[in-house]
């Protein structure tokens, strides 16, 4: 009961954190219709200069860190991202209604990271004093890259194996063809002209071909490409190869949280925006957002703990496996599945995200892992 009741304070603690606040703000600011508007540029802007901070200090840490105990919880993320994109392939996927590629990208979506959700949980594990490795940051990549595969993978596998069902089909409707041609005096290939089917290597819908494999590095190469992955990677470069401490600690530092609350503003108003797209694709793509970001992220607290008990991982690192792991990509992942899976419908996957999948993540799940990990491991 003392648990219980230790981790309830803890929590409602959390909700009333400055930075919770501005996101709920902004939902409502956009519910009550305001003309109230950030420009994108500035939004992009803030977003990089946070990121940008974020690597620079997880490169400053991995300069002077002990590499080793970087590669269990490195291992544990990208597990965490595969397992992510399976359990919506096979839950979201068979519920009524739903496509099975818009189920995967979603649940690729969902696989990959937030930058702006990492960044909300680094400000409030500094606020509470809760130690964690600064190269826990460096994380993010580990899940988000696998998670974009994964999903892309899985789709391209799902279109092969429907092509591969039509071209079945297809032979046996030649053969069907064969017998009756024959008998009529004609071809088969008249026939199958008269029935409006093409050969086999016909183009798909989404422009492909049967039998087309997919390319793994193609999606690497844009997920890295992407702006907030990018940026999170140069200040990791830039904080291992270089000096920065000086420009880190006048400049970027003192700025950091200012940003986040105008960025959680900005991600409120847009979440607020993007329920009109959520109710265009139904129900359990609302139920499925609700209830990802808490099973995800618990998922990931179960791995972290194992890897606080065999290498000393901080309790605030299990924290940031955590949220990464609730977190759903905003900035990187949208253009990423856009190109891999063409055919799927980015008002679910992107509304599910951002109406419900974000808010969940910033407003429980990091008031939620962070009052566990108080609890469980005190800090």
């Not at 974020?54 to 590499?67: E, K, T």
């Not at 597990?79 to 994109?85: D, H, N, Q, R, W």
């Not at 839950?91 to 990271?113: E, H, M, R, S, Y």
Request: hydrophobic share 50%; no cysteine; net charge positive.
């Amino acid at each position: 009961m003392d648990f219980l009741s230790d981790f309830l304070t803890l929590f409602l603690g959390k909700l009333q954190s400055p930075t919770l606040g501005f996101l709920i703000g902004g939902m409502i600011v956009a519910s009550l219709n305001s003309r109230l508007q950030i420009p994108d540029a500035i939004y992009k802007f803030i977003v990089f200069m946070l990121l940008l901070k974020v690597g620079l200090s997880g490169g400053i840490a991995i300069r002077n860190a002990d590499l080793v105990k970087m590669v269990l919880p490195a291992v544990f993320a990208m597990v965490v991202g595969i397992l992510i994109v399976f359990i919506g392939r096979y839950t979201l996927a068979n519920l009524p209604n739903v496509k099975t590629l818009d189920a995967i990208a979603t649940a690729g979506l969902f696989g990959a990271v937030s930058g702006s959700t990492l960044a909300a949980a680094l400000t409030l594990l500094e606020s509470e004093s809760i130690t964690y490795e600064p190269w826990a940051a460096a994380l993010y990549p580990f899940m988000d890259i696998p998670a974009l595969v994964t999903a892309i993978v899985l789709a391209s596998l799902y279109k092969n194996k429907q092509r591969g069902a039509a071209d079945e089909s297809l032979s046996k409707q030649r053969v069907t063809a064969v017998e009756y041609r024959s008998k009529q005096g004609g071809t088969a290939g008249e026939y199958l002209g008269d029935q409006g089917i093409v050969a086999r290597g016909y183009p798909s819908k989404d422009g492909g071909t049967a039998g087309k494999g997919v390319k793994v590095w193609p999606i690497v190469k844009e997920s890295l490409q992407g702006s907030a992955l990018s940026a999170l990677m140069l200040g990791l470069a830039l904080g291992v190869l270089t000096r920065p401490e000086s420009v880190y600690d006048s400049f970027f530092n003192p700025l950091f949280r200012g940003l986040l609350s105008i960025l959680m503003l900005v991600m409120g108003m847009e979440a607020a925006a993007r329920i009109g797209e959520l109710r265009k694709v139904g129900q359990w793509y609302a139920l499925y957002a609700a209830v990802a970001p808490l099973l995800h992220g618990l998922i990931a607290f179960g791995f972290g703990m194992i890897a606080h008990f065999a290498t000393d991982f901080s309790p605030g690192g299990v924290v940031i496996l955590a949220v990464i792991a609730a977190s759903s990509s905003d900035i990187s992942g949208p253009p990423t599945l856009r190109a891999g899976i063409p055919s799927a419908n980015p008002s679910a996957y992107i509304g599910s995200s951002t109406a419900v999948g974000t808010p969940i993540a910033l407003a429980v799940g990091i008031p939620l892992f962070i009052g566990l990990a108080q609890t469980l491991m005190g800090s």
